[in-house]
Nanobody
Framework: QLQLVESGGGLVQPGGSLRLSCAAS????????IGWFRQAPGKEREGVLC????????FYADSVKGRFTISRDNARNTVYLEMNSLKPEDTAVYYC?????????????????????WGQGTQVTVSS
């Protein structure tokens, strides 16, 4: 069974940092494009960061450029979202997602939510 499980969410103060994990089972995560998305209450889902399997192409939403980064640990079949300089507007449920098959544009993956499998989400709250 193919599955993605996020973890690492929680409450953090503005300016703080948090690292989210996305662990895959049933398939090899490193073969596919991976994306992180978020959805705040009352708002549409936003593609935060998407990366091709090769790591050669990464799309960042303007709202997180310079603050969020993505990395993979292929040995652990896990992807991480490192979030720094967090702001209250970063508060949302964060999801990881995988796109299998051919992907021509990571921007397209992020902007329209082009993915085949999604995790269940993890809550991130930025508040003092």
């Amino acid at each position: 069974q193919l599955q993605l499980v996020e973890s690492g969410g929680g409450l953090v103060q503005p300016g703080g940092s948090l690292r989210l994990s996305c662990a895959a089972s049933g398939f090899t995560l490193g073969y596919y494009a991976i994306g992180w998305f978020r959805q705040a209450p009352g708002k549409e889902r936003e593609g935060v960061l998407c990366m091709k399997s090769s790591g050669t192409s990464t799309f960042y939403a303007d709202s997180v450029k310079g603050r969020f980064t993505i990395s993979r640990d292929n040995a652990r079949n896990t992807v991480y979202l490192e979030m720094n300089s967090l702001k209250p507007e970063d508060t949302a449920v964060y999801y990881c997602a995988v796109k299998m098959g051919t992907l021509t544009s990571v921007q397209r993956m992020c902007v329209i939510g082009l993915a085949d499998y999604w995790g269940q989400g993890t809550q991130v709250t930025v508040s003092s």
